[in-house]
């Protein structure tokens, strides 16, 4: 069975950090561009960041820029996003999807492609 597994997410208050993890089982990562992606409470999935196959290629949403990082270790099948300085409005359930393709969309918003999707992990930021 193909599938995605995110996990790190918990609660940490204003200004901590987490790491989130996507590991992939069923499937390789070595040929998929993956991406992240956030939902609010009562808002819309938005991009978070998107590192392509071979991690070379990597873009981030505006308001992430600085503060999280991706990487990917495709040796143990899992990608990472680190988020340091967090804050209240980064509160949302974060999924990690695998796009067949060795890179992103220039649009870090774009779900064109995303061909495999995780259940998502929640991470509350209190203040």
């Known amino acids: 069975q193909l599938q995605l597994v995110e996990s790190g997410g918990g609660l940490v208050q204003l200004g901590g950090s987490l790491r989130l993890s996507c590991a992939a089982s069923?499937?390789?990562?070595?040929?998929?561009?993956i991406g992240w992606f956030r939902q609010a409470p009562g808002k819309e999935r938005e991009g978070v960041s998107c590192i392509s196959s071979r991690g070379g290629r990597i873009n981030y949403a505006d308001s992430m820029k600085g503060r999280f990082t991706i990487s990917r270790d495709n040796a143990k099948n899992t990608m990472y996003l680190q988020m340091n300085s967090l804050e209240p409005e980064d509160t949302a359930i974060y999924y990690c999807?695998?796009?067949?393709?060795?890179?992103?969309?220039?649009?870090?918003?774009?779900?064109?492609?995303?061909?495999?999707w995780g259940k998502g992990t929640l991470v509350t930021v209190s203040s």
């Open positions: 999807a695998g796009r067949p393709f060795r890179y992103c969309s220039n649009n870090v918003n774009s779900e064109d492609g995303m061909a495999y």
């Open positions: 069923g499937f390789t990562l070595d040929d998929y561009a």
